[in-house]
């Protein structure tokens, strides 16, 4: 059974930091590249990162860069997003999700992507 799985999500204040991990079962992840995105309440789902399966390449919203980093452990079969100096606008659910054919013009894209997780809650608040 092909699944992604988040996890890593908590309450955390302004300044702080999270490591979000996205766990694949019944595929190698390495083949795939994995993106990460977000949706807020009452807002759109929007692409937060991307990391592709070769190079690998890297991608990022402009409101992330610098902040968040994207990695994968292929022995572990995950792909990690660590976020520092998270703000309150970053609380989201962040969810990951997995193509085999990214066209890196279009990485924001949801519509790429075949795999999705179920999502993580981060909240970002004092």
């Known amino acids: 059974q092909v699944q992604l799985v988040e996890s890593g999500g908590d309450l955390v204040q302004p300044g702080g930091s999270l490591r979000l991990s996205c766990a694949a079962s019944g595929f190698t992840l390495d083949d795939y590249a994995t993106g990460w995105f977000r949706q807020a309440p009452g807002k759109e789902r929007e692409a937060v990162s991307c990391?592709?399966?070769?190079?690998?390449?890297?991608y990022y919203e402009d409101s992330v860069k610098g902040r968040f980093t994207i990695s994968r452990d292929n022995a572990k079969n995950t792909v990690y997003l660590q976020m520092n100096s998270l703000k309150p606008e970053d609380t989201a659910v962040y969810f990951c999700?997995?193509?085999?054919?990214?066209?890196?013009?279009?990485?924001?894209?949801?519509?790429?992507?075949?795999?999705w997780g179920q999502g993580t809650q981060v909240t970002v608040s004092s």
């Open positions: 999700a997995a193509t085999l054919d990214l066209d890196g013009i279009r990485w924001h894209s949801e519509y790429q992507y075949d795999y």
């Open positions: 990391i592709s399966s070769s190079d690998p390449s890297t």
